[in-house]
């Protein structure tokens, strides 16, 4: 685990099933996990951080929740339109809105672009941060759209897909943020608002 910034602390691991390494975080203060998975399951990677909750920003995001919440007792967080997805699931989720403040200082916010619960979450912290789900993708320096076989079922549905990603982040630059945490891909620390600023208005580097 990696503080990339006062009291957020971020690290990677290996998806099982896509094979690439995928973010997580945590925010101390609050005891907040955002999408965490851990390696092997194993919640002793997370030593002696006090977990209050879990926050999906997505509902494929579950990962390694289910055994944090067993070992820590704590809820699991996923917006309204996803609890479908844990119907079957021996164990609970709570459902939340945009607009909810999920813990103190973490405010849900509306994406709803590739899902209908997807989330950003704006993290009250060092002048903003902005979680984001799985929109957007950044593992090298620019931000990128995640490949079309993960973003739509027909080719044919990508652009518009890709214009519905551009205009909901688009609402979300009048949030006060200055860097972007990212599920897929390495966090932007300083200067994030205006990278997403840009690809707003600019689209990816190709």
Same mark, same amino acid.
Request: hydrophobic fraction near 40%; aromatic fraction near 6%; charge should be negative.
């Given at each position: ?21 995928v973010s997580s975080y ?61 119907? =079957? ?34 993290? =009250? ?31 044919? =549905? ?30 932007l620390i300083g200067g994030?608002?205006e990278t997403l600023r ?9």
């Amino acid at each position: 685990m990696n503080e990339i910034v006062p009291g957020v602390l971020h690290w990677t691991a290996l998806h099982p099933n896509i094979r690439i390494d995928v973010s997580s975080y945590l925010v101390t203060s609050s005891g907040t996990l955002i999408d965490p998975l851990l390696p092997d399951d194993d919640v002793s990677h997370l030593g002696d951080h006090r977990i209050e909750r879990i926050i999906l920003t997505n509902r494929h995001h579950s990962r390694s929740s289910e055994a944090i919440a067993r070992e820590h007792g704590c809820p699991i967080l996923c917006h309204e339109a996803g609890l479908h997805r844990f119907a =079957d699931e021996p164990y609970d989720i709570e459902g939340f809105s945009w607009g909810d403040e999920l813990a103190p200082g973490i405010t849900a916010l509306e994406v709803d672009a590739i899902c209908p619960e997807e989330t950003a979450l704006r993290i =009250d912290l060092d002048g903003g941060l902005l979680s984001i789900a799985d929109a957007v993708m950044r593992y090298e320096e620019d931000l990128h759209f995640v490949p079309e076989r993960y973003l739509v079922d027909d080719p044919n =549905d990508a652009p518009a897909v890709k214009l519905s990603i551009r205009e909901a982040f688009g609402r979300l630059l009048d949030e006060p943020f200055d860097s972007l945490l990212f599920a897929h891909g390495n966090p932007l620390i300083g200067g994030g608002k205006e990278t997403l600023r840009d690809f707003v208005e600019h689209g990816p580097a190709e």
